[in-house]
C-alpha cells in the first residue's frame, strides 16, 4: 500500500465518508425522535438517552470504519485485504448515493417540520393557555347560570332577580364536582332577549345553561328555572315555584340541588350545607343585602382585599394602612372564620402587606377548596405562585381561572402581561393579550400591555401603532408608562416629560406609588435631555417622596420603591447611598422571583452610571436568562445602557441575542 498519508488513508478507507453519513443520519434519528417520541407519551428521558447513545457510538463507528472494509465475501480487516480484493471505491460511490437520500430526507424533514409542524407546534402552544372553549371535549358536568328575567311590574325590582340568579350560581358554584362559569363572564348575556344558547354555550365551554325569570309582587314570588343542554338546544328540568317571599331561601336552595342532581353531581356534606346556607334569616335584611346595603361579611372581606392591593400600590396609605387592612380581615375572620371569602381575605393581607408567601398560598388554596369554581382564587394563587417562582404551576391557574370566566378580558392580561411575558413567552403573551381584546377590543389597559410587549421584544413600530388606538386623554397609570417607555426608547425625551409632568402633577398624585416611580423616571429624562439642574431638583423631590424622613424604612412593596430610591441617589450623584440602598433591595426582595430581578437591573444600571462596567455586564447573563429580568430590547433602547455600548462584551451579548425583526420607528 506504500505509506499513504493520513488524510489519504482516510479517504481511501472511506472514513469521512462514515462519518458524514454517521453525522448526518444521526441528526435526521434525533429531529424525527424529537417529534414523534412525545406524540406516544414517553418519558422525556428517552430522547436524551436516543441523544446521549448516538454521540457515544460516533467514535465506534468511525474506529469501525478504519478497520474492517464491506467485501462480497462479508466483513473482512483491512489489514487482510490484498489489494485486489478491495472494493472501496464500489463502496464509497454506495455511501455516496446513501449520503445523497440521508441529505434528500433530512432537506424534507426541514421543510416539513418549517412549514407544516412548526406551525401546528405553535398554535399548541398557543391554544395551551387560552380556556378550552373551542376544544371538542366538554366538561358533561359544566353549566353557566344566565341573568334571570325580571317579569315584576316594578322595574326597580331588577335587583332582585339579578339577586337570585346570583345565589343560584354561587351555591352552584360551591360543588367541586361541577364547573360553574363565573359571574362576570355570564352577565354580558342579558335577559329580555333571545338567545343562541348553543353559541353561548361554545363561548362560555359549558355542556349546559340555566336559564330563568322572577316576578316579585307584594310578598308574592314566582320563579321559573329550566335546566338546557347547550349542545342540542333539549329541556332537561324545568320548575315553577310559587311562594311566599319568605321562602325564596328554600327556592334557591331547591333549584341548585335539583340542578346538581340532574348532573348527577357528588355533594359532600359540607357542599350540601352549603347550598342550604342563608345569608340571613330575614327578609327585609336579605332584600338590604340584595341592594348592597347590607353585606356584613362580604363588606369586610371585600374591604380587605381592596386595602390590600392598596396598601401594596402605595395608594392612600394614611386610609389603607397595615393596621386598616388588618382591623378589616379580623372583622371577617369574627364574623365566619371558615367561609372562602374569608380565606381570600387573609391570602391577600398575607400577600400583599405581610409579603409572606408561603403562607399567602396556603390561604388561597384554602379558600379554594370552599370555592371550586371561583376564578378569581385560581388568578390570586398564580400571583402568589409567580413570587415564588413557581411559573408553571402560575400559567395552569390562570388558564384554570380563564376557563371558568372565558369572558373576563382582565384574566387575559394578567396572564398575558405578568406572566408569560415575564417568561420571555411572547407567542403565547401576544395570544392571551388578543384574546383580552377579542372581548374588549377599546379596551385602554389591554391595548397598552399589547403595546408594552411589543415593546419587550424590540418591536417599536408595532407599539406605536397600538398606542396610537388608544384615547389620547386616557390617563391610566398603565397607558403613561407604556407612553413614557416607547417615548424613552425613541429618544423623545421631551415628550416623555410631558406626559410624566401630566401624571405627577395631577391630582391626587402624591399617595400613588407609581407617581414617585415616574419623579425617578422624570429626573433621568431631563438629565438625558440636558436639563440638568432642573434633573437634580427632581431627583431630590423623588427622594424626599419616597423616603419622607432620614429614620424611615422604605420597605418592599409592589411597584419597587427600595431600587427606585437607589436610582433617585445615582441621579444625585451619591454612589455611596446609591450602590448601598441598591444592594439592600436586593435582599429585601431575596425572596421575591418578580421583583428581585429588578432589583438587580436597578444594581447594575447604577454600577454601570458610576463606571463599574465589569459588575454591570457580569450581571447580564444572568438577568437575561431569569424570569422577569432583562430583555434584550431592553439593552438595545434603554439609554441606561449608553456608557457600554462601545463595550465590545457589551456588543457580543446584544449582537448575539438580538432578533432578527427587531425594528424602531427612528
Not at 157 to 164: L, R
Not at 347 to 369: C, H, I, M, N
Not at 457 to 466: F, Q, V, W
Not at 574 to 602: F, G, H
Request: aromatic share 8%; proline share 5%; charged share 25%.
Amino acid at each position: 500500500m506504500g505509506n499513504p498519508n493520513l488524510f489519504s488513508e482516510l479517504k481511501r478507507r472511506n472514513v469521512l465518508r462514515m462519518a458524514g453519513l454517521y453525522l448526518v443520519g444521526a441528526w435526521l434519528v434525533v429531529q424525527v425522535a424529537g417529534t414523534v417520541l412525545p406524540m406516544f407519551g414517553v418519558p422525556e428521558w428517552l430522547p436524551r438517552t436516543i441523544v446521549v447513545l448516538l454521540v457515544i457510538g460516533f467514535v465506534p463507528a468511525v474506529i469501525f470504519s478504519w478497520v474492517f472494509q464491506l467485501t462480497p465475501q462479508g466483513l473482512k480487516r483491512e489489514d487482510d485485504l490484498a489489494p485486489e480484493q478491495s472494493i472501496t471505491p464500489q463502496t464509497g460511490h454506495w455511501m455516496d448515493r446513501m449520503i445523497i437520500v440521508v441529505l434528500v430526507l433530512a432537506l424534507g424533514y426541514f421543510a416539513f417540520d418549517k412549514f407544516v409542524l412548526a406551525p401546528r407546534r405553535e398554535a399548541a402552544l398557543v391554544s395551551s393557555v387560552l380556556p378550552n372553549e373551542s376544544k371538542s371535549v366538554i366538561n358533561a358536568k359544566s353549566i353557566a347560570v344566565l341573568p334571570f328575567e325580571n317579569l315584576s311590574e316594578e322595574k326597580a325590582n331588577a335587583f332582585f332577580a339579578e339577586g337570585v340568579q346570583d345565589e343560584i350560581l354561587t351555591a352552584l358554584s360551591r360543588i367541586a364536582d361541577l364547573k360553574v362559569i363565573s359571574r362576570a363572564s355570564v352577565m354580558q348575556y342579558k335577559s329580555g332577549g333571545p338567545r343562541n344558547l348553543r353559541e353561548i354555550g361554545q363561548q362560555l365551554g359549558v355542556a349546559h345553561v340555566v336559564e330563568g325569570s322572577v316576578q316579585r309582587a307584594a310578598n308574592k314570588v314566582r320563579v321559573i328555572a329550566q335546566l338546557i343542554d347547550a349542545r342540542t338546544d333539549a329541556h332537561l328540568w324545568a320548575q315553577t315555584y310559587d311562594r311566599d317571599l319568605a321562602d325564596v331561601f328554600a327556592i334557591q336552595s331547591e333549584i341548585a340541588k335539583a340542578i346538581a342532581d340532574q348532573l348527577q353531581a357528588k355533594l359532600s356534606r359540607a357542599e350540601q350545607q352549603a347550598i342550604s346556607d342563608r345569608p340571613t334569616q330575614n327578609v327585609e335584611a336579605y332584600d338590604a343585602y340584595l341592594r348592597g346595603l347590607a353585606i356584613e361579611h362580604d363588606q369586610y372581606a371585600r374591604l380587605a382585599s381592596i386595602r390590600s392591593f392598596l396598601f401594596f400600590s402605595g395608594l392612600d396609605l394614611a386610609a389603607n394602612s397595615a393596621a386598616a387592612v388588618k382591623e378589616a380581615v379580623d372583622q371577617s375572620v369574627a364574623l365566619r372564620p371558615d367561609a372562602g371569602e374569608t380565606w381570600i381575605a387573609l391570602g391577600a393581607y398575607r400577600y400583599r402587606v405581610l409579603r409572606d408567601f408561603p403562607s399567602a398560598l396556603q390561604a388561597y388554596d384554602e379558600a379554594r377548596k370552599r370555592l371550586p369554581n371561583n376564578a378569581s382564587v385560581l388568578q390570586y394563587m398564580a400571583y402568589v405562585e409567580r413570587r415564588l417562582g413557581q411559573w408553571e404551576r402560575a400559567t395552569e391557574h390562570y388558564r384554570r381561572a380563564a376557563e371558568l370566566d372565558p369572558r373576563d378580558f382582565q384574566i387575559f392580561v394578567s396572564m398575558g402581561s405578568e406572566c408569560l411575558n415575564l417568561l420571555r413567552r411572547f407567542k403565547e403573551a401576544h395570544a392571551a393579550l388578543d384574546h383580552a381584546l377579542e372581548i374588549s377590543p377599546n379596551e385602554p389597559g389591554a391595548l397598552a400591555y399589547k403595546a408594552f410587549l411589543f415593546q419587550c421584544e424590540g418591536r417599536l413600530r408595532e407599539a406605536a401603532e397600538i398606542l396610537a388606538r388608544i384615547p389620547h386623554d386616557s390617563r391610566d397609570e398603565v397607558v403613561d408608562y407604556t407612553r413614557v417607555t416607547q417615548a424613552i426608547r425613541e429618544r423623545q425625551f421631551e415628550e416623555a416629560i410631558a406626559i410624566i409632568k401630566a401624571h405627577v402633577d395631577g391630582p391626587k398624585s402624591s399617595l400613588s406609588s407609581t407617581a414617585k416611580l415616574f419623579l425617578v423616571q422624570l429626573g433621568y429624562c431631563q438629565e438625558w435631555s440636558g436639563q440638568s439642574d432642573e434633573a437634580r431638583l427632581t431627583y431630590a423631590r423623588a427622594v424626599q417622596s419616597i423616603k419622607s424622613s432620614p429614620d424611615f424604612v422604605v420597605a418592599p412593596e409592589g411597584i419597587g420603591l427600595p431600587y427606585q430610591l437607589a436610582l433617585a441617589y445615582a441621579g444625585l450623584g451619591d454612589k455611596e447611598k446609591a450602590l448601598e440602598q441598591a444592594r439592600r433591595a436586593v435582599a429585601d426582595y431575596e425572596t421575591d422571583a418578580v421583583s428581585k430581578p429588578q432589583a438587580e437591573i436597578a444594581l447594575a444600571q447604577i454600577q454601570t452610571r458610576f463606571g463599574d462596567f465589569d459588575s454591570a455586564i457580569a450581571a447580564l447573563p444572568h438577568l437575561l436568562e431569569v424570569p422577569a429580568g432583562i430583555n434584550v430590547a431592553d439593552l438595545r433602547f434603554d439609554p441606561f445602557w449608553d456608557p457600554l455600548r462601545k463595550d465590545p462584551r457589551f456588543e457580543k451579548i446584544v449582537e448575539s441575542l438580538a432578533p432578527k425583526d427587531a425594528t424602531s420607528t427612528k
